[in-house]
């Protein structure tokens, strides 16, 4: 148990690395971008920049592959809820209702949502 506990605070302190950090956040970016594309789907956009994490660290390449597709995921809500068209087949019931907020000029509150929905379930 108490092992257990000592490599989970190790691979904690190792996530939390400036380095590890920033390429993150970079992944979680680039995630986004590919998710709102519609036609790229969360598997396809890690699947894709699989070769980039060959040369780093196996911890920080599953943190960056993660990035990639938490990112994804959420990126393709942005094209449901604003041109009715899901980026990854997760977010095809945020086409329905997303959309109708669009419509409704509350385009910024759904994405909102959307945002924080995403958050917490990640």
């Given at each position: 148990m108490l092992e257990t506990l000592s490599l989970m605070g190790m691979g904690f302190i190792h996530a939390m690395n400036p380095?590890?950090?920033?390429?993150?956040?970079?992944?979680?970016?680039?995630?986004?971008?590919?998710?709102?594309?519609?036609?790229?789907?969360?598997?396809?956009?890690?699947?894709?920049?699989?070769?980039?994490?060959?040369?780093?660290?196996?911890?920080?390449?599953?943190i960056v592959l993660g990035g990639i597709y938490c990112g994804a995921i959420f990126g393709g809500s942005i094209s449901a809820i604003l041109i009715h068209t899901p980026g990854t087949p997760a977010s095809a019931?945020?086409?329905?209702?997303?959309?109708?907020?669009?419509?409704?000029?509350?385009a910024a509150k759904a994405l909102a949502v959307a945002c924080f929905a995403s958050f917490c379930g990640g």
């Open positions: 380095l590890t950090l920033v390429l993150m956040i970079g992944a979680t970016a680039l995630g986004i971008t590919i998710g709102c594309l519609p036609g790229l789907s969360a598997a396809m956009g890690v699947a894709l920049l699989l070769p980039v994490t060959f040369g780093m660290d196996q911890a920080t390449g599953l019931a945020t086409a329905i209702e997303g959309y109708e907020l669009t419509k409704k000029g509350l």
